[in-house]
């Protein structure tokens, strides 16, 4: 009988790597996590395993675990400062997850319930001062088709409590202006409604009116080009809150 030689996508892995993949695959499937998520859990259970040496899930123990965190607790960043506790218990979360499906798998290794996540310390708010918040539309003052754009943009984050990313991601023909509203898909793919102020829908009406050219641009651009047009909506969000701060 001919022996089954490894994938290469396998080969070279150890047995914990190729169920680190399957756990990511798990995450994207059956748990319909983004792939950004699925890559952070790559990335934090890669950390974990070259840091302590594993290789099987029988080498997971509630003294590895231990060791790891106190590696992180104690790990420098560029900064000088070290690791948030945040982020510290972002990889004890991870982990846990990951013993959780390996506990699904039948797989012997340690009991997710072992590994405590610990209190995370209450988020710190910081909020935009009312002349701060003038600044940073001022910004945008102008009446060219590109002036315009930009402000509806600025209106339209503060209005919406949409997130700079899936401001990015939307498209102008989901948007109902006479209803003033429209849903969103936000993390962990849920569904929201956010609604509009009279200043955003006034000033996405009148950038409407220059659609025809812009879409004209972008559908002339070849697909390279295409994805840094979809970026720049961001990028000019944050080069208008940088001129805002800095007065000019």
Do not use: C
């Amino acid at each position: 009988m001919k022996k089954e030689t490894p994938s290469k996508e396998n080969r070279g892995k150890t047995q914990i790597q190729e169920l680190a993949r399957q756990f990511g695959e798990h995450l994207e499937i059956e748990m319909n996590r983004s792939q950004r998520t699925v890559d952070g859990y790559a990335r934090v259970l890669e950390a974990f395993f070259q840091e302590m040496g594993l290789q099987k899930p029988s080498d997971i123990s509630l003294e590895t675990v231990r060791r790891y965190r106190l590696h992180l607790n104690r790990r420098a960043t560029p900064q000088g400062g070290t690791l948030k506790k945040n982020t510290q218990s972002y990889h004890a979360i991870v982990i846990r997850s990951f013993l959780k499906f390996l506990a699904k798998q039948d797989i012997e290794t340690l009991a997710a319930e072992k590994v405590e996540v610990g209190k995370i310390p209450d988020r710190e708010v910081d909020f935009l001062e009312f002349d701060e918040v003038e600044r940073l539309i001022e910004a945008t003052s102008g009446t060219t088709a590109k002036a315009l754009r930009d402000r509806a943009i600025i209106e339209l984050l503060f209005s919406s409590g949409l997130r700079v990313s899936e401001l990015t991601s939307l498209d102008r023909y989901h948007v109902n202006l006479e209803k003033g509203e429209f849903s969103v898909r936000g993390k962990g793919q849920k569904l929201r409604i956010v609604f509009l102020s009279d200043a955003a829908k006034r000033l996405s009406e009148n950038t409407s009116t220059s659609a025809a050219t812009w879409n004209r641009r972008f559908s002339s651009a070849t697909p390279k080009k295409a994805s840094k047009t979809r970026r720049r909506p961001r990028e000019k969000a944050h080069a208008l809150h940088r001129a805002a701060y800095s007065g000019s």
